[in-house]
């Protein structure tokens, strides 16, 4: 049992905290810092870590965003983030016109934005938030969208047709609704997009049902809920299943319209309710209590009522009120309530004539003249019967049957033109899922591919790696070699031919030739200087710091180079070897100040810290080019300057311009 606590606190408690962490930490900065840059990005942070998961956040942090980059004029900027929040506000907030306002405040600088994407998309997103207010300015902003976007965003391109032949259709327009139907599918088809190819035939089923061409709407939506169902977009079967239980009704059908409403129930139970539309819910939870209100079935209408009437508190949505207000009127109807039923009634009316909703204001017409009758207005009653049977005929004349039977017409050639896409779906959906296979067989070999470029690769480094090693090894061991010759070949000097000289010496003295001794002192002294320089044996003699003193006076005395320095006490740092590496760094770094800079001063100093030690030498010299001069494979001096550094683990610093000295940093640890 506590293993289980211990796995659920990791699994789910200590995410969350994460995720609260982050949240205040983005929000603390964003309220401390003074830099506008800054904001922005802390703000795209917030925005990406409460996208899905607050979307009261996720609307404050768009908007802050929003109104901070129109400030600094980023305005292409404020339109990624003016489209990415439409949804959320229009969908599942339900205030649609909010982000109307929101919109409108980006295209007021609409002349700053290049982007034919983003400048369409503006007003697509707005046409989207309007077709909930108002479709005619739904159409006027799908229209404006088309104008701006680009031939390269033909995706968006056939987006917006779709929507602007939804929104002619819900105007009772059949002949600018099937036109724009059909642009959309023609461009989704040439994608390939066979998800939003039934969305086009959906508006095209639509508008047969909206004619009543009832058997053909029933036919063309079967094939669609089957292609719904191969494509597993179930979430899109709600709308057909609740499109043929109206049709049923239409029709008489009573047994079928209560199935397909329960179907449509079926899988919005299913969807988990932070991927739920609520205005689908309403919609057909709406029908159900019409139902069962019509059939006096009163206990299951007031369950659903129950349903909708939570729902509704939370929504803007007008679709969702009308079906609500629909719903409530035939179930007061039902209960005898003519009065009730009347304001609910009047509303529907109301927001049905405001939004130009022609099925909503034929229902408003015909429940109201019901209304009327069972209240004894006959005269009212007639009006509003005499409303629908006026409005019915001009919708639904012999003119517009003909159009229709045309488009019908059209959309059989093209079937038929068609033939092997439309009747073919499942080969189109297997040859789907063979380029699907192709490609995973495409990306899995490129994988692997990679996978052993990249084994190829770290083999290839590990072997530089272990060259690069043996080489500095081979190095190391060269200068210990050499050290160790110099040393022998020095002390042969020093014990052999210069015991040999003194004797030489002592004999020229004692015959009294001043010529002779003189001659012989000066390859005495020659014989211990080229000692010297092939070991110092002062290091052991004075120790390390004393050693260099000396050789810096030895060359300030006798050359013309002026040397000034700071040396600390580092005598007892380093192991013999490593003092004779520190000894002749120094050395060599001085005779190619005195070989090569044509300096007229340096500066040496050498410095113990508590874990280190610094030796810097300056000069004043000609200097020269780092890299020009390492690459030479004559010069030497750098390189074995820095191999000397390796082999005390060291770090070497060159700081050379031409005409303008030299520095040389060397770093040593204690």
């Known amino acids: 049992m506590k293993n289980l606590l211990a796995l659920f606190v990791i699994f789910f408690v200590f995410p969350y905290y994460g995720f609260s962490q982050d949240i205040d930490y983005y929000a603390s900065v964003l309220d401390t810092t003074k830099s506008t ?38 305005i292409e900027a404020a339109a990624r983030k003016a489209m990415n929040l439409q949804f959320i506000i229009t969908s599942r907030k339900n205030k649609p016109e909010k982000a109307v306002s929101i ?32 479709l005619k300015k ?61 969305h086009a035939q959906q508006g095209i089923t639509t508008m047969f049902s909206m004619n009543s061409f009832y058997d053909k709407a029933k036919e063309e939506r079967g094939k669609i809920i089957e292609k719904l169902k191969n494509l597993n977009l179930n979430n899109f079967l709600v709308v057909e299943y609740y499109n043929q239980a109206l049709d049923d009704k239409k029709m008489g059908n009573k047994k079928l319209h209560l199935e397909n409403l329960n179907e449509a129930v079926t899988i919005l139970n299913k969807t988990p309710d932070e991927d739920r ?24 209408a007031t369950k659903h009522i129950t349903l909708v009437s939570e729902w509704i508190k939370n929504t803007e949505d007008i679709n969702s009120k009308l079906n609500y ?23 529907k009316l109301e927001g049905s004539r405001s939004y130009s909703y022609t099925d909503a204001i034929l229902d408003s017409y015909d429940l109201l003249a019901d209304i009327y009758a069972k209240k004894g207005d006959y005269k009212r009653s007639l009006e509003h019967k005499q409303a629908y049977i006026t409005l019915n005929d001009s919708i639904y004349n012999p003119n517009s049957s003909n159009v229709l039977a045309y488009y019908q017409t059209l959309y059989e050639t093209e079937k038929k033109e068609k033939e092997l896409v439309e009747k073919n779906s499942n080969i189109q959906l297997l040859e789907k899922d063979n380029e699907a296979f ?66 030489i010496k002592n004999k020229v003295v004692a015959n009294g030739d001043e010529a002779t001794k003189k001659m012989v002192d000066t390859a005495i002294e020659e014989v211990r200087t080229i000692s010297r320089d092939l070991h110092p044996f002062q290091l052991q003699e004075m120790g390390i710091t004393k050693a260099i003193q000396h050789s810096l006076t030895q060359i300030d ?36 100040i005195l070989k090569h800079a044509k300096a007229e001063a340096s500066k040496v100093s ?17 200097g020269f080019d780092f890299s020009e001069k390492y690459q030479d494979i004559k010069s030497l001096g750098l390189k074995t300057l820095l191999e000397r550094t390796k082999f005390l683990n060291g770090q070497m610093k060159v700081q050379s311009k031409i005409n303008n000295g030299t520095t040389l940093e060397f770093q040593f640890p204690v």
């Open 557 to 592: 005395e006798n050359t013309t180079l002026f040397i000034s320095s700071e040396i600390d006490n580092i005598d007892n740092l380093f192991s013999p070897e490593q003092e004779v590496n520190i000894y002749r760094i120094v050395q060599e770094s001085l005779n190619n």
């Open 277 to 300: 539309d609520f205005s689908q819910s309403i919609m057909v939870h709406s029908k159900l209590i019409e139902y069962y209100a019509n059939e006096n079935d009163i206990e299951n």
């Open 103 to 134: 919109i409108n405040g980006v295209l007021a600088h609409k002349y700053k934005i290049d982007d034919s994407f983003l400048l369409g998309g503006l007003y697509l997103k707005r046409g989207r938030a309007n077709f909930r207010i108002d």
């Open 138 to 198: 739904a159409i006027a902003d799908y229209s404006l969208a088309l104008e701006n976007f680009s031939p390269r965003d033909s995706v968006y391109l056939a987006d917006t047709y779709l929507f602007k032949g939804q929104a002619y259709s819900n105007l009772g327009q059949f002949v600018p609704a099937g036109e724009n139907y059909q642009k959309a599918y023609d461009y989704y088809e040439a994608l390939k997009d066979y998800t939003y190819m039934v």
């Open 37 to 74: 840059q800054l904001k922005l990005t802390f703000l795209d942070s917030l925005i990406s870590k409460t996208f899905r998961k607050d979307d009261d956040a996720f609307i404050e942090y768009s908007i802050q965003y929003i109104d901070l980059a129109k400030d600094v004029d980023s």
């Open 606 to 622: 050498v410095k113990k810290f508590a874990n280190n030690i610094v030796i810097s030498i300056k000069d004043n010299g000609d």
């Open 325 to 347: 207000y629909g719903a409530i009127a035939k179930f007061h109807y039902a209960l005898g309530d003519y009065d009730t039923a009347l304001i609910h009634a009047k509303k």
């Open 438 to 503: 192709k490609k995973v067989v495409a990306f899995s070999s490129v994988a692997l591919i990679l996978f052993f470029g990249m084994i190829l690769l770290f083999r290839n480094q590990q072997n530089l790696k272990n060259n690069k090693m043996l080489q500095e090894k081979f190095s190391q061991k060269l200068l210990v070699s050499q050290e160790e010759e110099r040393k022998r070949i020095s002390k042969d000097l020093h014990d052999g031919l210069g015991q040999q000289l003194l004797l």
